[in-house]
């Protein structure tokens, strides 16, 4: 069945540019929407963002620009970069695919951690 | 944005009781609700999506119901195996939100 699998640091610096891949295995990419979710400790669910499988992105206002995200269709990925990064930041991060249609994520990733520190 | 608010924010049960969860929205969703159950160092679950629709796999006890504002999740019987935080999610415009979650404790 298709999973999914963050990978990026656990630590990034304050000021600096968090950068996460997210692999989907057992499926294709295509034709879906993707998303990244955070988490900070202890608090709530927040999205961040969707690509669809042709490129066109739609991010949270809340994070004033800057987040970035990418599809690489040929190696069944999709990338986030959060740049500026502060503590606020920290969280665990979670790549999901989106429904589309309803807007619900059915498919997650189990999250991978990051702190921001000097 | 399109705010969600759960409550209550923790829960004391015990298994076999009946809880139910109320997510309220700031404005109509239709019924463009979804929830998900979360236990600790785990990913979210999908349990129910627009409302009522209860996804493949997942346990009968569970229901959920609502239009407009107001949303409830039902667990009929609690089981062990239930007790976790519960998140609602509106996906009535692009800019997804959730609520706060509750924390169902035996």
């Known amino acids: 069945q298709v999973q999914l699998q963050e990978s990026g640091p656990g630590l990034v610096k304050p000021s600096e540019t968090l950068s996460l891949t997210c692999t989907v295995s057992g499926g294709s990419i295509s034709p879906h929407f993707w998303s990244w979710i955070r988490q900070p400790p202890g608090k709530g669910l927040e999205w961040i963002g969707y690509?669809?499988?042709?490129?066109?992105?739609n991010y949270n206002p809340s994070l004033k620009s800057r987040a970035t995200m990418s599809l690489h269709t040929s190696t069944n990925h999709f990338s986030l970069s959060l740049s500026s990064v502060t503590a606020a930041d920290a969280a665990v991060y979670y790549c999901?695919?989106?429904?589309?249609?309803?807007?619900?994520?059915?498919?997650w990733g189990r999250g991978t951690p990051v702190a921001v520190s000097s | 944005d399109i705010q969600m608010t759960q409550s209550p924010s923790s829960l004391s049960a015990s298994v076999g009781d009946r809880v139910t969860i109320t997510c309220r929205a700031n404005q109509s969703i239709n019924i463009y609700l979804n929830w998900y159950q979360q236990k600790p160092g785990q990913a979210p679950k999908l349990l129910i999506s627009?409302?009522?629709t209860l996804q493949t796999g997942v346990p009968s006890r569970f229901s959920g119901s609502g239009s407009g504002t107001d949303f409830t999740l039902a667990i009929s019987s609690l089981q062990p195996e239930d007790f976790a935080t519960y998140h609602c999610?509106?996906?009535?415009?692009?800019?997804?939100?959730f609520g706060q979650g509750t924390k169902l404790e035996i």
């Open positions: 999901a695919r989106l429904d589309g249609a309803v807007g619900y994520f059915d498919l």
């Open positions: 627009a409302a009522s």
């Open positions: 690509i669809y499988y042709r490129g066109s992105t």
């Open positions: 999610q509106q996906s009535h415009n692009t800019l997804y939100t």
